[in-house]
């Protein structure tokens, strides 16, 4: 069945005039006799690919003289004539695909590199990109790319819309479903190298001999394709499973807990990757609990990871309700006056906007603001405000936006990808995590478009500077189909529906507004949670008068947490971008925008504007059948139509709530809220 459920790893066969040149390019494969699993992988992964796409599986040969057109060279086995690759230059991951006299060479130091590049080519063939005159060069742009699984040991999800967690505890270790090598290939094929099981408010049975030997089961699953495996450590987990009646990190016994702890993991996983820690955020335990910082958590983990080559990925995701400091500065306080006083293993790991994966948000003012501090960013895949598996809302773009804002901490040019990346502020280890929406649903992520984001991820994770654009144009020939009347109009649309939710959601620096709780659909007139900082009129705050957060020197003075010239930009109501208007401002509704019309008129149209987006997407998409088999365009059809009515349902809501607020009448020719 057409389920999705080969994601992008589709290899439909050509028409023949198509497959004609690439089948001359790939005849004969030749790779070393003494194969590891990894590099086996790739030789089966091309003979897969090829023989689906061209109908023709090649052969296989150890004998470099017996000829042979595809090389796979791993390590220091020697090159074909020609080849002229820079080694040294490609690293441990790198890998160069290169075209020679006779054929192409696909080369790396290392096994997993040869895999990466066999994907890479396999790629060229499924968007139909040339394979002559190749020379191509791979290096990924951070150490740690990582999807980071919120999946409970009960097989729920936290934020998963995509059914039950694809990791079925229960059976573990003996029973090792066949879905496990799928999702490690499927991880391998965009480069991504690390999961961490659990969820971040962890449970600290994971780290229980029990569950220990289940995580083994699976790092044996992962381990040929590259992909390490990490574990969420609750802090307090000394206390819950080791006996001792504190987890005070300066504690000898503490430490000394960690670190036969970290032995005992390390005894079974040999190539664990390391923690992956929230700690004092949302009520999880941390070392503030016994007047600790941060760095006093991190370390303690990190000395008993470091004798293993382990690392500590340390969430900056905190705030608190007894502090009444905006909520959107309170991490940059924490966490700057600590940089330089966290191990060289820790990375503090940082969301991609100061306050938690909404639509739209300013990048982190972190970033660029600890230059002695690897800063790893933290993206959220699985769509939590942004209408879970039924929207459809390209991520890329999202991404992409974030990775190349300016953060000017070292003058115009120093982009968070420059951060992240660890170039700009001579930062040895690097990483991006994206915490992931893949469960066990047949096509894994919900919905088909939802795969895009997965996708995307992986490949901005390998190439920060990556154009999400030319990545969703790959995707949706890979996954769909390679018909330029069906490309185009796709990737226009992927492109296009970021805005469009932020338009029907959350318009004009506008954010959390979604219902509480499970944050799907709207409610932004909610205001009476306990916690203040839980209400969406904390963010709007709109009154009679006008609507916005001040967030300049005369409000919360969060724009001074940006360096200059951003503060002043962002200070000033006149160079703030309308995108971020009401994330910085607080407005009268009479303000004058851009277009001539009043903010509040603005914001209707906004409102409106999405609405009709998410429509012109629908349509799109419904002059697209027949291009892809009929049950994935028929589940594509029903979302966007799920995703049309909710979007008037937001704009509606949305409407009729702040009207009720400002008592202005519509602007002429829109139609009122129901
Ligand atoms: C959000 C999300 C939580 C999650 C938290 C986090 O607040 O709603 O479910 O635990 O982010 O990133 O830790």
Not at 165 to 179: E, G, V
Not at 200 to 228: C, I, Q, S, W
Not at 649 to 654: C, E, L, N, T
Request: charged share 25%.
């Amino acid at each position: 069945a057409e389920d999705g459920y080969d994601l992008w790893l589709r290899y439909p066969a050509m028409e023949r005039g198509e497959a004609r040149q690439y089948k001359a390019a790939a005849k004969r494969i030749v790779v070393p006799a003494a194969q590891s699993e990894t590099l086996e992988l790739a030789v089966r992964e091309l003979e897969r690919g090829l023989a689906g796409m061209l109908d023709a599986a090649p052969s296989v040969a150890s004998d470099a003289k017996r000829g042979g057109n595809l090389w796979l060279v791993s390590g220091d086995a020697a090159l074909p004539q020609g080849a002229g690759i820079d080694m040294a230059a490609l690293g441990p991951e790198g890998y160069a695909i290169r075209s020679v006299d006779g054929g192409t060479v696909i080369a790396a130091n290392s096994d997993i590199g040869v895999l990466y590049g066999a994907f890479h080519f396999l790629r060229l063939m499924q968007t139909r990109e040339n394979v002559t005159g190749l020379d191509i060069t791979e290096i990924p742009s951070v150490d740690v790319r990582i999807i980071n699984h919120w999946d409970n040991l009960d097989r729920t999800v936290e934020r998963g819309y995509s059914g039950a967690s694809i990791w079925d505890w229960h059976k573990l270790p003996d029973y090792l479903d066949p879905r496990y090598e799928d999702y490690a290939r499927a991880l391998a094929s965009i480069g991504i190298n690390g999961v961490s099981l659990t969820n971040v408010n962890a449970d600290a049975m994971a780290l229980t001999p029990a569950y220990l030997e289940k995580a083994a089961a699976l790092a044996g699953v992962f381990r040929p394709y590259g992909v390490k495996i990490y574990q969420t450590a609750r802090f307090s987990a000394p206390m819950e499973i080791g006996g001792l009646d504190t987890a005070d990190p300066l504690d000898p016994e503490v430490r000394a807990w960690w670190k036969a702890k970290a032995d005992e993991i390390y005894e079974l996983i040999p190539d664990f990757g390391g923690f992956l820690v929230k700690a004092n955020s949302e009520g999880q335990p941390g070392p503030q609990d016994y007047g600790r910082n941060h760095a006093d958590g991190a370390n303690m983990l990190a000395d008993a990871l470091a004798p293993h080559g382990g690392i500590v990925m340390w969430r900056a995701f905190v705030y608190s309700e007894h502090n009444p400091e905006d909520r959107a500065k309170q991490a940059y306080a924490q966490f700057v006056p600590l940089d330089g006083k966290f191990r060289d293993n820790v990375l503090v790991q940082v969301k991609n906007g100061p306050i938690d994966f909404q639509p739209r948000e300013p990048f982190h003012p972190m970033f660029g603001a600890m230059p002695k501090t690897p800063l790893m960013m933290e993206f959220q895949i699985t769509k939590e405000y942004l209408g879970f598996a039924t929207h459809l809302v390209y991520l890329g773009a999202y991404y992409e936006e974030v990775l190349s804002a300016d953060t000017y901490a070292q003058g115009e040019g120093s982009t968070v990808a420059k951060i992240v990346d660890g170039s700009l502020q001579d930062i040895e280890l690097t990483g991006v995590a994206g915490v992931g929406n893949a469960g066990s649903d047949r096509n894994w992520s919900g919905s088909h478009f939802d795969q895009a984001n997965w996708y995307a991820f992986g490949r901005l994770a390998w190439d920060l500077d990556a154009d999400s654009k030319d990545i969703a144009e790959d995707w949706a020939r890979m996954t769909f189909a390679n018909d330029d009347a069906f490309v185009r109009p796709v990737v226009a649309m992927m492109m296009e529906s970021r805005e469009a939710v932020v338009d029907y959601m959350t318009p004009l620096g506008l954010t959390h507004l979604m219902a509480t709780g499970h944050h799907y659909g709207p409610g932004p007139w909610v205001c009476d949670l306990a916690r203040p900082e839980w209400n969406p009129c904390y963010y709007h705050k709109a009154d009679e008068e006008g609507i916005g957060f001040d967030r300049t020197a005369s409000g919360s003075n969060a724009v001074a947490q940006y360096e200059a010239p951003l503060a002043e930009i962002y200070g000033d109501v006149e160079t703030t971008p309308e995108n971020l208007l009401l994330w910085f401002h607080h407005l009268p509704w009479d303000y004058e925008m851009k277009s001539g019309r009043t903010l509040w008129d603005e914001l209707v149209m906004r409102y409106t504007e999405g609405v009709a987006e998410v429509h012109e997407m629908r349509e799109t998409w419904e002059g697209l059948e027949g291009y892809i088999d009929q049950e994935r365009y028929d589940q594509i059809v029903a979302f966007l139509k799920i995703q049309e009515k909710e979007a008037q349902w937001w704009r509606d809501a949305s409407i009729a709530y702040f009207q009720s607020v400002s008592g202005r009448p519509l602007p002429d020719g829109v139609a009122p809220p129901p």
